[in-house]
């Protein structure tokens, strides 16, 4: 049987060369394509393209100026503050001093609540809202980002940590072991913008960030249960069934209900105010400094009435001054080494993450563009600077870079006012806030948590894309339930296996002419499309022919080609199938099993006396059809467009009748 | 300034909309297709297709046929033998007999050794070759496949299992957990086949299978050095290096040329006879026996010159008699349970893949085709039955396949043959396999290796796709160096980082009219394509504009747009970039990510007075693009051709103009 298949096989491809006559030209010019660069070749060309863009800058730089001027132009590449600096004038001065006391009254209390968060003494925070922001604003390049400490990181850098070392137990053992992460993350994310693998970023997807952060905003509140409760017994775990169970639990143990009242009332108060500055644009001052304020008469209200000996807990002892070197607390010795490095890798990514979108957003509203590569630099720099610092890690804030923007920034001085502002209170008001009480400063934190919650993104996420949804919700329940590296590891993998599914998903769509027009188009798509008698037009809709998919799309073919001739058969038309053809239109690969299955689907259509014809191949699947002699197997009836392919179908069968 | 850029993208929008008239047909279509079916509604309505197809099938048979015809309907399909059997003649079953004695020949060597290689005493190799053939020739539909005991599983299966249990000090212990295991792999494989999950068995690669099945030829010619050299001392460890290691140091202990000396002579013998067969195509019959010969030939030696007393191992005795029940040996309860469930998953996988391709590729020859799903139920079957009769994981044998074919099989009665001779073997002529040397076995082994590594298909993966070959050549070392397992494991994640890779990978390409067509084509895939003056034409080259590659597509696309322009600058010609045609019928799908991407690139274009327009989009993917209001954001320019994108843009600045 076989072999007198082959022969029908050659006599077809006899019929085809006699007839390929006139379109020859179009699939000469499909098939006689240069070769398409090899991997090799392509990688090898954007590094070499990237280094001579360095060159050229450089070069151009060396001839045309003298040394003073280059290095300028070097120093002016680092410093961007160098080059608007020059521009810089006092108007701009009044906004951007103006936006940064705001940030920076927002600032104070935030810091000291992540501090706590991240199980660090108070200063900490008050420590990286000096140094990372003075080094940004003469390095980076956004004008709006606010850097600081940030919910997101400070509750991911605690809940990995504390797995190496308990912080109750050994503080000191635990700073130093943030401080090295912190390290670690500034070095991952200075070499990721140097190496220009800024697509590092990307690969949390939007979906599963909307998830995750939502889901990190619920556990940094239910953490801040202990402090606006006034609990002395909680959980180091960051789930929600941990931390209820103890929340239940702390309740046998005697409570003070002043705290909760205290915190409460204040919270509301500062919920208030946030609800009128978004109802008035005016007011936006007024949620920026509630928090202090708030600070300001709790404390005034704790230290006159002395509430604190009533069970009131209060934020007592705040180490002052300006941030200590912490060189000497880095350590690469220990036997955690390892893992903290790879804290810092993820903390690096998760900050990354946070930071280029919140610059991006803010950037693209201004209609100035990032660069993602030139900001890791920075980011990254900010954070070895500041973990010689007694900082740990920073990176741009969502709620205060919001407030920043509002208040009317004009360039990053005003994270220079912010960074100053916060140098002189802890150099000089730290013992002022000895009798803040605790319950306020989870309250402000609280009050921060509702804009991390996007519901209108998670509902726009669930109508366009359910799988993108599952990825979000995927990332919510996994912070949630598990842990904050469980659900990020979750978002991740579903986000990919996404891709997978999507690329191996196999897809066959008939194809029709539209009417008036030369094209094919899906006939679901376009119902308007006419189906050509006596030709099967298939287009394979998957982007990939691999090993993963082959088998099936040849089966969907082989099952289109025959059941179009028994349909016809029905309708009793004269005409038989005896061309199919297959755009390809939308391959963008093909592997050594996608060309056995084409190989085959060709040799069971040559046995029922059909004949199979290739259609608009993309230029990588092309070369490797040549390569694999598959073209010469049918008979070089590869065409440019479906048009040519039928075309040439009637000439043939005109030809037979003749 | 965002203000104005919004103005001057509303005025654009206004234009459009007054010049949009004559195009609208097509451009209506592309807008106003129906909504494509959700992922739910496709999978529903797969899952009802299947199931009415089967209803169909069932409810046909009940309404036109008997009770008594029913049923026979149904046998027959569980039964492919009652169907073909009906049509049986004389001359098929001489066909039939000479083959299934051939392969018998062939089969009583290697069940004895591949057991041995899966540290089974001898019997259990001949079991497997007893029982399950004849399961499956009475449910499978492959007429060729040679069903029993094969190498590449034997050794899986003892590289997994001996972790658990040692084979050497607890014998009992390991068959059962090997016995076990076979259970679950055929209960895996039946399911398989039962829940129509045939493309789990296509997730190894073509390029992986290919490596992994060298890698282990190579490992179990090395494991039979053992038997070859007359080793005591040898190793556990399948990998390379632990292997070669302990063949050095054993020569440190007292050891018996004579055995490597009568292996070497037959191993030379058997390859001759390979060759000579290869060579004239009617000494198909010399390469089968002659290992059989070689056995009877080297049991008489031994047997004569009682070398066994000089040092020459032999297998001793082995048990005779029929297939004992090994129902009372499964034991679920050990604590080992999960691990050998995983390890059946494991072999029922790599069982399958191995059948299959078997079953396929001389199906392809004959001209039928193989049922995937079919076959998985019909193995499945054929191993759980095998696994109450003391078999271990039987499958389709590629070398004893290969002679049957040769040998001129017609139906699977050769497999009832074969298993009927090894029965009688087992019942009558153990005893005569007393003196028979173990550097015979190990030789059988060592000469079917050789068509198990094929250099001509790894060459030609080397040709076609360089990543094929990094994940064909990862199989190969991963299984040499570390172990099977990993071998396994590398190559299935290579080979799905590869579809990652693929599908993300950001690709554009500037696009250019072909002359004398309405197509437009990649101008580096076709230099003849000309490119239009004042357009800039973009396809997307990646099949997903997704998070992980959409914010690289954007920027790539925006410096194209720039370049161009700097470019037409330069030439001084008179026009100017004022549209950019963005060619998306590459996007399979795109994300909430992509969207956002797409709609930034607006912005920015709108801002340097460009406008952005969308060309052939497919059916997903405007739905998205429709439901996210990016459409009516680009002032619904949205053309089914590029051709038809372009010649809008030059009406619209002739209308400028005049």
Redesign the interface.
């Known amino acids: 049987?076989?072999s007198t298949?082959k022969m029908e096989g050659m006599e077809l491809g006899i019929i085809d060369e006699s007839t390929t006559e006139e379109e020859s030209?179009?699939s000469q010019?499909v098939l006689n394509?240069?070769a398409?660069p090899?991997?090799?070749r392509e990688l090898a060309d954007s590094a070499t393209k990237t280094v001579a863009q360095c060159g050229e800058k450089f070069s151009s730089l060396r001839d045309h100026q003298q040394a003073p001027k280059l290095v300028l132009s070097v120093l002016l590449g680092i410093f961007p503050i160098l080059q608007w600096g020059q521009n810089y004038t006092v108007t701009k001065f009044r906004n951007d001093l103006l936006a940064g006391l705001t940030i920076a009254s927002l600032c104070i209390p935030q810091s000291i609540g992540y501090a706590t968060l991240a199980h660090l003494a108070p200063q900490y925070g008050l420590y990286t809202s000096v140094v990372p922001p003075l080094i940004y604003a003469v390095t980076g390049s956004s004008r709006e980002i606010a850097i600081g400490p940030v919910a997101v990181v400070s509750l991911l850098l605690s809940s990995m940590v504390q797995k190496l070392i308990d912080p109750a137990s050994d503080p000191t053992g635990y700073t130093k072991l943030v401080l090295t992460a912190t390290l670690f993350a500034g070095i991952f994310q200075a070499s990721f913008g140097l190496l220009r693998l800024?697509?590092l970023v990307?690969?949390?997807?939007?979906?599963s960030i909307v998830g995750f952060v939502a889901g990190a905003a619920i556990v940094i509140g239910l953490q801040q249960l202990k402090g606006l409760l006034g609990l002395t017994h909680f959980t180091n775990k960051t789930d929600i069934v941990s931390v209820l169970k103890a929340v239940v639990k702390s309740f046998h143990h005697p409570w003070n209900p002043c705290n909760c009242l205290l915190g409460s009332s204040f919270l509301i108060f500062i919920l208030l105010t946030k609800f009128l500055g978004k109802r008035k644009k005016k007011l936006f001052w007024l949620p920026a400094i509630s928090p202090l304020l708030s600070v300001v008469l709790s404390t005034l209200i704790v230290f006159l009435t002395r509430a604190d000996k009533k069970g009131v807990n209060i934020v007592k002892h705040i180490k002052g001054g300006i941030n200590p070197s912490s060189i000497h607390q880095l350590d690469f010795n220990s036997p955690y080494a390892g893992e903290v490095a790879k804290i810092g890798l993820i903390v690096a990514v998760v900050a990354l993450t946070e930071s280029v979108a919140v610059g991006r957003s803010f950037a693209?509203?201004?209609?100035y563009?990032l660069d993602?590569n030139r900001e890791m630099v920075s980011i990254g720099f900010t954070n070895i600077v500041g973990s010689f610092t007694s900082c740990y890690v920073a990176t741009g804030s969502f709620s205060r870079t919001a407030v920043n923007f509002a208040a009317g920034v004009e360039t990053s001085v005003s994270n220079i006012v912010m960074a100053t502002t916060v140098f002189l209170s802890l150099q000089f008001f730290t013992k002022l806030l000895y009798f803040t009480p605790t319950a306020i400063i989870a309250s402000i934190i609280i009050s921060a948590l509702p804009g991390l919650i996007d519901l209108s993104e998670a509902y726009?996420?669930w109508?366009?894309?359910?799988?993108?949804f599952l990825a979000c919700s995927a990332a919510f329940f996994g912070v949630l339930f598990a842990s904050v590296e469980i659900g990020l590891l979750l978002a991740v993998v579903i986000?990919?296996s996404k891709?997978?599914l999507?690329?191996?998903r196999p897809g066959t769509e008939a194809l029709g002419k539209?009417p008036?027009?030369?094209?094919f188009?899906?006939i679901?798509?376009?119902?308007?499309a006419v189906k050509t008698p006596g030709v099967v037009i298939v287009r394979v809709?998957?982007?990939?022919l691999?090993?993963?998919?082959?088998?099936?799309i040849r089966e969907r073919i082989m099952k289109w080609a025959t059941q179009e001739e028994a349909k016809d058969n029905k309708e009793s038309t004269t005409k038989t199938i005896q061309l199919v053809v297959l755009d390809i239109?939308?391959l963008?690969?093909i592997?050594?099993?996608g060309?056995?299955s084409l190989e085959?689907l060709h040799?069971?259509l040559v046995?029922q006396g059909k004949q199979l014809t290739i259609a608009n191949p993309?230029?990588q699947v092309i070369h490797?059809l040549k390569?694999?002699d598959f073209v010469s197997k049918i008979g070089g009836n590869v065409f440019?467009?479906v048009g040519e392919a039928v075309e040439y179908a009637n000439h043939n069968a005109n030809c037979l009748n003749a």
């Not at 693209?364 to 209609?367: E, F, L, Q, T």
């Not at 109508?463 to 993108?468: E, G, N, R, V």
């Open positions: 049987m076989s298949c030209v179009t010019w394509s240069p398409p090899t991997p090799w800024g697509f990307d690969f949390l997807s939007h979906a693209s509203i201004k209609g563009h993602g726009k996420i109508k366009l894309d359910k799988l993108d986000s990919f891709i997978i999507i690329s191996i539209l008036g027009t030369d094209m188009g899906d679901n798509q376009y119902p308007m809709k998957s982007p990939l691999c090993f993963a998919n082959a088998n099936f239109s939308n963008v690969n592997d050594t099993s060309i056995a085959e040799r069971c046995c993309r230029w490797k390569t694999a440019l467009t």
